[in-house]
T-cell receptor
Framework: AQRVTQPEKLLSVFKGAPVELKCNYS??????LFWYVQYSRQRLQLLLR?????SIKGFTADLNKGETSFHLKKPFAQEEDSAMYYC????????????WGLGTSLAVNP | GAVVSQHPSWVICKSGTSVKIECRSL??????MFWYRQFPKQSLMLMAT?????????EQGVEKDKFLINHASLTLSTLTVTSAHPEDSSFYIC?????????????FGPGTRLLVL
């Protein structure tokens, strides 16, 4: 069964510090992986997807197939990065859907 | 682009009544729409996936007669909570995908908060 694990429920860092939100997945095949973000009182929005290899708001994520990981990183956290972050692999084939992790709440302190 | 709206944004109803929630893709054609529940400080729970013009696919444990989904057009899907009870109180979120955007990326509505008294 496909699963995704975000081991940290809460991550607290100081402004300017590097941040890494961990995501590990179990999936047979080549997954498409996404990070979604939910800021306070706002809707979920796409942060980035691995296939595009873009850097959004300074965040990057590299797919490591050997470790089955897709950790989200930012070298210098900002207070406005405080939000809930969800890692979600996309399951293709029949019953196509995103598999949601439990999310990591990032708090960036001044 | 890729804006999804939901209506209403919140609703309070009496136990036993039915509530309809609309999800619209405003600037793209959504071949697939998804309905989720989100409990406070928890992750999203997928309820069902609906493809335009066909029956919805419900996740295990979700009662299809309780949560009726209709996806009659490429821009509109509705979720009807029938004979609502207090345990149905939750935050319901829809997302839409497809058309020229691709099947994998989902764009989310702002959610509908339902309170059943």
């Amino acid at each position: 069964a496909q699963r995704v694990t975000q081991p940290e429920k809460l991550l607290s860092v100081f402004k300017g510090a590097p941040v890494e939100l961990k995501c590990n997945y179990s999936y047979s095949g080549s997954p498409e992986l996404f990070w979604y973000v939910q800021y306070s009182r706002q809707r979920l929005q796409l942060l980035l997807r691995h296939i595009s290899r873009e850097s959004i708001k300074g965040f990057t994520a590299d797919l490591n197939k050997g470790e089955t990981s897709f950790h989200l990183k930012k070298p210098f956290a900002q207070e406005e990065d405080s939000a809930m972050y969800y890692c979600a692999p996309f399951r293709a084939g029949n019953n196509r859907k995103l598999i949601w992790g439990l999310g990591t709440s990032l708090a960036v302190n001044p | 682009g890729a804006v999804v709206s939901q209506h209403p944004s919140w609703v309070i109803c009496k136990s036993g009544t039915s509530v309809k929630i609309e999800c619209r893709s405003l600037d793209f054609q959504a071949t697939t729409m998804f309905w989720y529940r989100q409990f406070p400080k928890q992750s999203l729970m997928l309820m069902a996936t609906s493809n335009e013009g066909s029956k919805a696919t419900y996740e295990q444990g979700v009662e299809k007669d309780k949560f009726l989904i209709n996806h009659a057009s490429l821009t509109l899907s509705t979720l009807t909570v029938t004979s609502a009870h207090p345990e149905d109180s939750s935050f319901y979120i829809c997302s839409a995908a497809g058309g020229g955007i691709g099947q994998e990326t989902q764009y989310f509505g702002p959610g509908t908060r339902l309170l059943v008294l």
